[in-house]
């Protein structure tokens, strides 16, 4: 009996307890094996329990240090506890497993961007964008990046795609108001952050830039 499958599909139907039980049975049966243990953790993880989920997590990589999800599975746990610079170290552990994926790759790059490091985030945050074209936040995130270095046009590419994706993101087409504003195309830059505050009409700092464009 797979108990491994059976406690991944209990915990997709949301039966904690069953899956627990599964991951539980397939530990005793062969404890040797990280993946039970990256399991049980990922389950820990999902219920809150974050200090035990990392302990598993902890138990898989001493069994196999080229356990690349149990390093990904930490590295979103130390994102739930804030604590970026330990989150960064272990998505860049998963990475040097081989573990190539578009999640991973945003979850570097936001933990990147977190600890204030754009310029070291935005090639990771574009290979998430690449490999998952429907990610607007990674993409996004990749257009802040942009913007912070100064590379205007290809922010506005970003944002605009982003908003393609997603005709709702206020915050992309306050960037983009942003942007065209640096760019000195005021009825653009006008435009963009009136429809961010049509989609969001408290949406604070698109209130702010359009009165502080109207009155220049």
Known sequence: MDYNQIGIEAMQKGDFEKAAEAFTKAIDENGGDAVPYINFANLLSAVGE???????????????????AAYYGAGNVYVMKERYQE???????????????????????????????????????QRAAELNEADHEARFQYGMCLANEGMLDEAIEAFSKV?????????????????????????????????????????MLSIRAKQLLEEA
């Open 50 to 68: 974050l200090d035990r989920a990392l302990k598993f997590y902890e138990k898989a990589v001493s069994l196999d240090e080229k356990a690349g």
């Open 87 to 125: 989150a960064k170290d272990m998505f860049e552990k998963a990475y040097r497993t081989g573990m190539e994926n578009g999640d991973l790759f945003y979850m570097l790059g936001t933990s990147l961007m977190k600890l204030e490091q754009p310029k070291l985030a935005m090639p990771y945050l």
């Open 163 to 203: 908003t393609e994706l997603d005709p709702s993101h206020a915050d992309a087409f306050y960037n983009l108001g942003v942007a065209y504003a640096f760019k000195e195309n005021r009825e653009k830059a006008l435009d963009m952050l009136n429809q961010a505050i049509a989609i969001q009409p408290d949406h």
